[in-house]
């Protein structure tokens, strides 16, 4: 059973570009939900996706948005990026979608670092 | 506005004795709650939840109380061991309201050394 990756691992971007972030589910998972992690913070989550539909967001601005694709992986984009986005982003993928108490599997995660 | 508050950044205890971490919420819709470890350069790790229809869940070394009138919960580990050294976080969401979809409410997490 392979578990949730993510690619890149480390990425460096300067302030105004765009971002993508790429998240591969484990196997058999059909929801996935994404954390930005500031230092020193807890995940604060950002939205989730189950089958390939926005179905919750966090406090985040428009300008971070996602996608989902029918094999389950799913895309992270923030565009106009600022020197705040700097953190590490965690995907976690579970089962079933909302108002389900399974477990949330989360990925290494993707550092980005905003200059 | 924190609504999952882990007070203690760190804690350390020596091997073989009993790892008490605490938790405090403030948002009376959360109705599960979960506990997650966290190595460096790894993506946190479930460990233990409960639901708010129980006081206590256990799972070998590991046991949650949930104390619902005073908001609080605890992760009691023992004993303790090296390889339980890691960040720890408190997660809560209000999953039986239909909140499943507004993800995970995290703490800030602590960082547990146990000592040999």
């Known amino acids: 059973e392979t578990g949730v990756t993510q690619s890149p691992t480390h990425l460096i971007k300067t302030r105004g570009q765009q971002v993508t972030l790429r998240c591969s589910s484990q196997?058999?998972?059909?929801?996935v939900s994404w954390y930005q992690q500031a230092l020193g913070q807890g995940p604060q989550f950002i939205f989730q996706?189950?089958?390939?539909?926005?179905?919750g967001r966090g406090n985040f601005p428009p300008r971070f948005s996602g996608l989902q694709f029918p094999n389950y992986s799913s895309e992270l984009n923030v565009n106009a990026l600022e020197l705040d986005d700097s953190a590490l982003y965690l995907c976690?993928?579970?089962?079933?979608?909302?108002?389900?108490?399974?477990?949330?599997?989360f990925g290494p995660g993707t550092r980005l670092t905003v200059l | 506005d924190q609504q999952v508050k882990q007070n203690s950044p760190s804690l350390s205890v020596q091997e073989g004795r009993i790892s008490i971490l605490n938790c405090d919420y403030t948002?009376?819709?959360?109705?599960?709650f979960l506990w997650y470890k966290k190595y460096p350069a790894e993506g946190p790790t479930f460990l233990i939840s409960?639901?708010?229809?129980?006081d206590k869940n256990e799972d070998g070394r590991f046991t949650v109380f949930l104390n619902k009138s005073a908001k609080h919960l605890s992760l009691h580990i023992v004993p303790s061991q090296p390889g339980d050294s890691a960040v720890y976080f408190c997660?809560?969401?209000?999953?039986?309201?239909?909140?499943?979809?507004?993800?995970?409410?995290f703490g800030k997490g602590t960082h547990l050394i146990i000592q040999p």
């Open positions: 196997s058999g998972h059909n929801t």
């Open positions: 948002n009376s819709m959360f109705d599960y």
């Open positions: 976690a993928s579970s089962l079933a979608g909302q108002s389900s108490t399974d477990t949330q599997y």
């Open positions: 996706y189950y089958r390939e539909e926005e179905n």
């Open positions: 997660a809560a969401v209000a999953m039986y309201s239909g909140g499943g979809a507004d993800g995970l409410t």
């Open positions: 409960i639901s708010s229809i129980k």
